[in-house]
């Protein structure tokens, strides 16, 4: 009698616990909606529908946001639509739910060097060379676009942003 109080709130304690943990999901395991709604702006994507590429991958996120390919594919849009530093804010989520990812790793090299940021993207190319230990198809893909260099606008915009040396002005005209 003395001991029926402890026994009864370890034991709601236990059943509180073990029922918890039968109603989670493994974390290898994406949601098979999400996996469809990949599927889908995949689709889209290779259609040339950004748009509808960027919908469904965006949904596909909301109702698992551990859909590793999606955001891989989500920045593959951003880099379509010429935004680099969306794409390379995609690669990056990829890369922290799998590190050790060599696609999305060669994906963010990418568009580093759209972007304009090459010495970026080398360092990307040497972690994937790393980690194939041989020969792959994306440390090939990503010493092509290092090699290619950025687009002509990037490099202009870059140029266009250096300021004259002091004591050198530039001219103004004026009219009166």
């Known amino acids: 009698m003395r001991f029926s109080p402890v026994a009864m709130a370890l034991s709601l304690s236990l059943l509180a616990v073990s029922s918890g943990v039968n109603g989670q999901k493994a974390d290898d395991q994406i949601n098979p909606r999400s996996l469809a709604l990949l599927a889908e702006g995949q689709t889209a994507l290779k259609t040339g529908n950004l748009q509808g590429a960027n ?94 260099g950025p687009p002509p606008a990037v490099v202009a915009a870059k140029a266009s942003d250096k300021v004259p040396p002091k004591g050198e002005e530039t001219s103004v005209v004026s009219e009166k």
């Open 55 to 148: 919908d469904a991958l965006e949904t596909a996120l909301a109702i698992d946001p551990r859909n590793r390919a999606a955001f891989i594919a989500l920045g593959r849009v951003a880099q379509a639509q010429q935004l680099p530093g969306k794409a390379i804010r995609m690669y990056f989520e990829a890369l922290a739910l799998e590190p050790n990812d060599v696609g999305a790793l060669s994906a963010q090299g990418e568009a580093m060097v759209q972007k304009g940021a090459v010495e970026r993207a080398r360092a990307n190319l040497a972690r994937v060379k790393a980690l194939c230990k041989a020969e792959c198809a994306p440390a090939v893909e990503l010493a092509a676009a290092i090699a290619k």
